[in-house]
């Protein structure tokens, strides 16, 4: 089991930026596929972005509705991952949880988490 501990979520204007970052402990996270997802209030989790390690390649996913604007990086040695998302918009408000599971190569319908996050606010007021 992965322990994971989001944090960077905050209130910021539409059209600004904030980082997200999830610590993960218990397991490294090198074989993992690491992801992001999200849920505003009275709609469904969604998935956001993921990334992914095969044979070397590291494979990035993301939600038609972030791309271009969010970007997700892992580092190794922080046994880490993060979530930079730039051009905030209102829309974009929910709370965001960091997700692990195993390799998701194929894209994000190959994405089934095992282990989860506490989750993380992030609100874009107009």
């Known amino acids: 089991q992965v322990h994971l501990v989001e944090s960077g979520g905050g209130l910021v204007q539409a059209g600004g930026s904030l980082r997200l970052s999830c610590a993960a402990s218990g397991r490294t996270i090198s074989t993992y596929a690491m992801g992001w997802f999200r849920q505003a209030p009275g709609k469904e989790r969604e998935f956001v972005a993921a990334?992914?390690?095969?044979?070397?390649?590291?494979?990035?996913y993301y939600a038609d509705s972030v791309k271009g604007r969010f970007t997700a990086s892992r580092d190794g040695a922080k046994n880490a991952v993060y979530l930079q998302m730039n051009r905030l918009k209102p829309e974009d408000t929910a709370v965001y949880y960091c997700?692990?599971?195993?390799?998701?190569?194929?894209?994000?319908?190959?994405?089934?988490?095992?282990?989860w996050g506490q989750g993380t606010q992030v609100t874009v007021s107009s």
């Open positions: 997700a692990a599971g195993p390799s998701a190569v194929g894209g994000p319908d190959r994405f089934f988490p095992r282990d």
């Open positions: 990334t992914t390690w095969s044979g070397g390649v590291t494979y990035t």
